[in-house]
């Protein structure tokens, strides 16, 4: 069996229509996916933000309390695409997100678009709006600017170069003998929001104000009410112009006859905050572009699709059982017939996709890596089917959520619940405990508090 798998960079699933949140949001492709396949309703992400989410879904493990943001490998990892070639896989990665660079191992073809960082040159352009509400300096708002102004047709954007090469890689596969498993890595709709006007004119066509298409990452009270319903618009439109490219990708399945024997799987790293919770981005940067400060993995950041279609995957069937990243790497081997490495934790989802299991664990526990802490303990979520439990460590006040009367996550009722949350805290504990977190990481979070730290230094977090 050939596998397929596309993740898509910051991808919301709320603006995938075949989840039922936004019916407005144009995801035709994304959506006939959904229809020939298994959806996932409740896929969180491990560890958090972009480089560190890939980590676990290269190794199958929960690396958040062990690896820094661009550490290497150190327990021994055997990467997916290893495996997949020992077993006789003809292995490539090909995208344009800028964070692949060191997760080559395993890869026959191993392919990094440039361009995501914008355009270098000496001509400017009008600022979309207020450079308060932009993310700094605003040389880097020039080179994305830039960026726009070169491009040629919708055929330049990165989302179709990173699918038009990975067509073309297909296609060199036609009539070879062993299978292959492609992995294609877009950063769109990853900020900026930079679609080609026909697309945004689908959602906004009459917008006249301040155009926030990379935002500042700080708490929404910047952004008008106005300029925030745009802000979704804008990245709306830049979902459907991923949804098309997608598309164009899966359409080679059906041209080169294998559409029967792959097994294709969609799916993100996880969200972006457009103003829920009184937040925009995914955590604090201050006005030199350094992260500051980390928010709590709610709902909005910490879920986002994941749709696995193929041969022996049921039809328009749906999944509510926790899924996680680390679980993508045992699912694909076991689908391919390929040994699963020692050190891989996360579980295949082939069982539930059968109906043979009904989940996987009994809560997702989302969080940014261990490493900081030194300085700063960093927010975690630990999520059961009917609470979330925010450990807030020194940046955040811890939170308890009652998702059965508040699925929105907006009502904080900790206070009137405090042994709940211990219970839960100490089942997070135990958690970290199962996934063989160093010790003396728990022995740092074991204190149960409710309030924030005072004293937080300053720090840039990596």
């Known amino acids: 069996m050939n596998v397929l798998l596309i993740l898509s960079d910051t991808l919301r699933k709320h603006y995938c229509r075949c989840y039922g949140y936004n019916d407005w949001v144009q995801t035709p492709y994304i959506d006939a996916l959904a229809e020939r396949g298994t959806l996932f309703t409740n896929y969180y992400c491990g560890n958090f933000p972009t480089r560190p989410m890939r980590k676990d879904l290269h190794s199958g493990r929960f690396t958040f309390p062990y690896t820094a943001w661009g550490g290497n490998w150190d327990q021994g990892e055997v ?7 020992a077993q006789g896989c003809n292995t490539a990665l090909i995208g344009d997100t800028p964070s692949n ?6 890869f026959d073809h191993f392919e990094v678009i440039p361009g995501q960082n914008g355009l270098d040159g000496e001509d400017t352009y009008p600022l ?4 308060r509400k932009l993310r700094i300096p605003v040389s880097r708002v020039q080179r994305l600017l830039r960026k726009v102004a070169h491009r040629q047709g919708e055929e330049d954007t990165l989302v179709a170069r990173s699918m038009r090469r990975a067509r073309v890689w297909l296609e060199q596969q036609y009539k070879r003998s062993e299978p292959f498993f492609l992995f294609v890595d877009t950063f769109d709709p990853h900020e900026p929001w930079d679609p080609p006007q026909y697309y945004l004119d689908r959602y906004d066509p009459d ?3 301040d155009e926030l298409l990379e935002p500042a990452y700080e708490p929404a009270d910047y952004a008008t009410p106005a300029e925030i319903e745009h802000m979704r618009k804008m990245y709306a439109a830049e979902v459907s112009l991923v949804d098309r490219w997608i598309g164009y990708l899966l359409s080679a399945l059906d ?3 294998r559409r029967d024997d792959t097994l294709v799987l969609l799916t993100t790293d996880h969200g972006f905050y457009h103003g829920e919770h009184n937040l925009i981005g995914k955590l604090r940067l201050d006005r030199e572009n350094k992260i500051c400060g980390r928010w709590p993995l709610y709902d909005t950041i910490a879920s986002g699709p994941l ?3 193929g041969p022996g995957i049921p039809a328009g069937e749906r999944r509510d059982c926790f899924v996680q990243p680390a679980d993508l790497m045992p699912s694909m081997l076991e689908y391919v017939g390929a040994p699963l490495p020692a050190t891989v934790q996360g579980k295949s989802v082939k069982p539930i996709i059968e109906g043979q299991e009904e989940k996987l664990r009994e809560a997702a526990v989302s969080s940014c890596n261990f490493l900081q802490d030194d300085e700063v303990r960093s927010p975690s979520s630990f999520r059961t089917r009917d609470h979330l439990y925010v450990y807030g460590g020194d940046e955040w006040q811890s939170e308890l959520y009652d998702l059965r009367a508040d699925p929105e996550e907006t009502r904080n009722v900790l206070g009137d619940n405090v042994d709940l949350a211990r219970d839960l805290h100490r089942q997070y504990l135990e958690f970290l405990g199962e996934i063989q977190c160093p010790p003396e ?3 740092g979070r074991r204190e149960f508090r409710p309030q924030r730290r005072a004293d937080v230094p300053y720090v840039k977090v990596l």
């Open 307 to 309: 749709v696995i279609a």
């Open 255 to 257: 041209d080169l006859g």
């Open 101 to 106: 660079g060191g997760f080559e191992e395993g």
């Open 441 to 443: 990481r728990i022995e």
């Open 207 to 209: 917008y006249m104000g």
């Open 128 to 131: 979309p709006a207020d450079p």
């Open 79 to 85: 990467p997916l695409a290893a495996v997949l070639r």
